[in-house]
């Protein structure tokens, strides 16, 4: 599995949030989709914490979510 670093994250995040569609940023980065979506949604959720690849601190409810 490809790890990314928080600086490709947030590029891809800044490009959806700016108008781009998930699936463009996700070929223009190469990033998964799905990966993508998640993070996206983690992003938004948490910030830049929702970023880290643990989600120690997360209650149950959003450990079922994702």
């Known amino acids: 599995m490809t790890k990314y670093s928080k ?3 947030l590029a ?3 490009a ?3 108008g781009e569609s998930i699936a ?3 070929r223009q980065s190469q990033i998964n989709y799905s990966l993508l979506k ?3 949604r983690s992003y938004r959720e948490h910030g830049e914490k929702g970023l ?3 989600a ?3 209650t149950g409810e959003q450990n ?3």
């Open 12 to 14: 891809a995040i800044k």
């Open 7 to 9: 600086e490709e994250k």
């Open 38 to 40: 998640w993070i996206v």
């Open 16 to 18: 959806v949030e700016a």
């Open 52 to 54: 880290s690849s643990h």
């Open 64 to 66: 079922m979510k994702y």
């Open 56 to 58: 120690y601190n997360w």
């Open 24 to 26: 463009q940023v996700s």
